[in-house]
C-alpha cells in the first residue's frame, strides 16, 4: 500500500474493478514485450488495462468492463471510435484503389486541395503517417530553407520523439537552470548530448525570455516551435500576445514560426488553433484527429517554403507510406463529414458544462483543485496556483501529486470512466460523448472531492 497524506492507494490489490485478465495478459506480455506493453506512455500502475473494443463514447476491457473513454486513443478519436462513415470509406476505397500503390495518386490531390481551403496556412502539402515524422521534416526543412542550425522550442511541449525535438519534455526544473537561462534537458537516455543539439529552449508563454534569445541568437534561429495551445500539459492556453510574439519575433529575424497541431488540428476547429487565434505560421503538422484514429500526418505551408521539398538538393521527405492511399483516404472523408456537419459548437457546449460543474464542485467541497478546458479537452490539476507554463506543473509527475492523480483515475475507473496514464490528468471527448457522460463524471468528480476533502484542504 502507497500511502500519500491519507491516500492509500492499494496497488497490490490491483484495480478497484475486476481486472484479472488485464494482470494474466500483463504477465504473459512482459515475457514477449518490454514492460507488457508498445511504448513507454502506456506503462501503468499497478499494471495496465487490455483493451479490446472502442465504440462511440465507449472503451472496453479483456476483463468485459466497459468504460467511457476520455482518452480517445491519445486525442485522435475525434468522431467517435469506429465510426461506420469511415468504414464505409474503407469499403469503398478497397475495391476501387487497393490499400497502399506508393505512387502519385488521385485522392492525394483531392484531399490536399480541400485542405489548402480549409487551414489557413496551406498553400501545399504533404502526407505522412506519424506526428512525429512531420515535425521532423518541418525542422529539417526550416534549416534548409533558412541555412540556419538552432531551433526554439518549448519547456513541455511534445512534439514527438526523434533527436531534434525530443528536449525538456519532461523534467524536474532543479536539473533545468533558472527560467531565464534554461538549460535543454533530454527526454530519453541514448540522444545526442546538449551541446549538440542545436536547440534552445524557452518556457511556454515567456515572451521576455523568447525576446531575449532573438535578440542575442537571431541570425543562427532557423525556426520557432510550438503547440499553439499546450494540450500536452492538459490544456494551458497561449497567454494575449505570445503566439503574436511568436508570430512576430519569427518575422523580424527571417525563422520560420511552426504550429504543431498534430493535436489541436481539426480537434479544436478545422482550421486549426491558426483559425481560432487568427495566427498564420508558416508550416503547419497536422496529425490525431485529422483521420479519426488513422496514422495519418500533414506538413502544411507557404508555398515558397514547401516547394523546395521538389528541388533538387532541397529537404527530403519521401517514404514508402507518404501519402498512403487508404490513409489519405479516410483522412479526406474525415474531413468531409467535419465540413458537413461540424460538431465543433456542440463540443464546446459539452466542454463548457463539464468545466463549470467541476468548478461548482471544487467551489462547494473546497478542495485545492482547478480544471482546465478548451472545446472538447480538458484538464483536473491538484493545486490552486495558476499553470501557464510546464514549470508550473513539474511536481505533478512525483510525490503527493501523483499519487492523487493516480487515486483519482483509479476513483473515476471504478465509476466507469478511462483516463490514460499521464504526467497530468487529462482528457479527451468526442462528438460521441453526451451530456449524460459529463454529468455522470462532473458527479464522480464531486464524490472523490468530497471523499478526499481532508487530503485536499492544502497544497500538495
Ligand atoms: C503536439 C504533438 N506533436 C507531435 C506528436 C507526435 O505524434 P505521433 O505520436 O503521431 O508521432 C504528438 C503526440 O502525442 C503531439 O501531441
Request: net charge negative; hydrophobic share 40%; aromatic share 10%.
Amino acid at each position: 500500500v502507497t500511502s500519500v497524506s491519507n491516500v492509500d492507494l492499494d496497488l497490490d490489490g490491483g484495480w478497484p474493478v475486476p481486472t484479472e485478465a488485464s494482470r494474466a495478459l500483463n504477465e504473459r506480455a512482459r515475457r514477449v514485450i518490454p514492460g507488457g506493453v508498445s511504448g513507454y506512455g502506456r506503462l501503468d500502475r499497478p499494471y495496465p488495462l487490455y483493451m479490446t473494443r472502442a465504440e462511440g463514447a465507449y472503451i472496453e476491457d479483456v476483463d468485459g468492463n466497459r468504460y467511457v473513454d476520455f482518452n480517445c486513443a491519445l486525442g485522435t478519436v475525434l468522431l467517435g471510435h469506429n465510426d461506420p462513415r469511415l468504414r464505409e470509406t474503407i469499403d469503398e476505397t478497397l475495391p476501387a484503389h487497393g490499400v497502399s500503390l506508393a505512387t502519385a495518386h488521385p485522392v492525394e490531390v483531392e484531399f490536399a486541395e480541400r485542405l489548402t481551403r480549409i487551414v489557413p496556412s496551406a498553400e501545399r502539402v504533404t502526407f505522412a503517417l506519424l506526428g512525429t515524422e512531420m515535425t521532423y521534416h518541418a525542422l529539417r526543412l526550416a534549416r534548409s530553407y533558412t541555412g540556419r542550425r538552432q531551433v526554439v522550442k518549448f519547456e513541455g511541449n511534445y512534439h514527438g520523439w526523434h533527436d531534434y525535438l525530443f528536449w525538456s519534455v519532461r523534467f524536474d526544473p532543479a536539473d533545468a537552470g533558472p527560467p531565464t537561462d534554461p538549460i535543454p534537458i533530454p527526454a530519453s537516455n541514448g540522444m545526442r548530448p546538449a551541446a549538440d543539439s542545436e536547440v534552445l529552449v524557452c518556457g511556454f508563454n515567456d515572451t521576455a525570455h523568447l525576446e531575449e534569445l532573438f535578440a542575442r541568437r537571431g541570425g543562427e534561429i532557423s525556426a520557432v516551435i510550438v503547440e499553439p495551445i499546450f494540450h500536452n500539459a492538459g490544456v494551458v492556453m497561449p497567454a494575449p500576445g505570445f503566439l503574436e510574439a511568436c508570430r512576430e519575433l519569427c518575422t523580424r529575424h527571417g525563422a520560420l514560426l511552426v504550429f504543431d497541431e498534430i493535436v489541436t488540428g481539426f480537434r479544436q476547429a478545422l482550421g486549426g488553433a491558426q483559425a481560432i487565434f487568427g495566427i498564420t505560421p508558416d508550416l503547419t503538422t497536422l496529425g490525431k484527429g485529422i483521420a479519426n484514429g488513422f496514422p495519418l500526418s500533414v506538413l502544411a505551408g507557404r508555398a515558397d517554403v514547401m516547394d523546395t521539398l521538389a528541388e533538387p538538393g532541397g529537404a527530403y521527405v519521401s517514404g514508402t507510406y507518404n501519402g498512403h492511399l487508404l490513409m489519405v483516404a479516410i483522412g479526406d472523408r474525415c474531413c468531409r463529414i467535419l465540413e458537413e456537419d461540424p460538431p465543433y459548437d456542440r463540443l464546446a457546449e459539452l466542454g463548457g458544462t463539464l468545466r463549470r460543474g467541476i468548478e461548482e464542485a471544487i467551489a462547494e467541497t473546497g478542495v485545492t483543485a482547478s480544471v482546465s478546458q478548451f472545446g472538447s479537452v480538458w484538464g483536473l490539476y491538484f493545486t490552486r496556483r495558476p499553470i501557464t507554463s510546464y514549470r508550473d506543473i513539474a511536481r505533478f509527475a512525483t510525490g503527493r501529486i501523483a499519487a492523487m492523480q493516480l487515486a483519482y483515475r483509479r476513483f473515476m475507473l471504478s465509476r466507469g470512466f478511462y483516463f490514460q496514464p499521464h504526467n497530468v490528468i487529462r482528457a479527451y471527448m468526442s462528438a460521441a460523448h453526451t451530456p449524460e457522460h459529463v454529468r455522470e463524471a462532473v458527479a464522480a468528480t464531486r464524490e472523490f472531492f468530497e471523499l478526499h476533502a481532508d487530503d485536499l484542504r492544502d497544497e500538495l
